[in-house]
C-alpha cells in the first residue's frame, strides 16, 4: 500500500476534527463571557455593567479569600452558585436590568470548564 493513500484518510480526519476539539478547548471562557461577565466583568474582579446593581454588590473573583475556596473546593463553588444563585439575586438583578439569558442546560463538563477557566483567570490576575 502507498503511504499517500495511507496518510490521506488521516488527514482528513484530523482537519474533519479540529473545528470541534477547537469548540470544546474555549467552552469555560464562552460560558463565563455569556453568562458571568455581565456582573463579573472579564477580569472576574466584579467589574461588568451589572456589577454595582445587586444587593449585595457582585464580588471580585481574585481575592485571595476566593482564590483559596476555588482551590480547596474545586469544582464545588462554580457549580453551587450557577444551581443555586443565591436565592432570585442572579435571575432578579439580570431581569431588572434588561439582559435576558436562554435556559442552559448545564453539563458536568461545562462545571469543570467554567471552573478551570475561571482558575486561569483568577490565578493571572494580581
Known sequence: MRLDKL???FSVAAVCLTPIYGAYAGNGKTLFVERCAMCHGPDAKGSGPLAGKSDPPT?????????????????????????????DLIPRTLKDNGYRLPPHAWTVKDFRDLNEYLGGVIHRSK
Open 7 to 9: 496518510i490521506l484518510p
Open 59 to 87: 464580588p471580585d473573583l481574585t481575592t485571595p479569600a476566593f482564590k483559596k475556596r476555588l482551590a480547596d473546593y474545586p469544582g464545588v463553588i462554580v457549580s453551587s452558585i450557577i444551581l443555586r444563585p443565591n436565592g
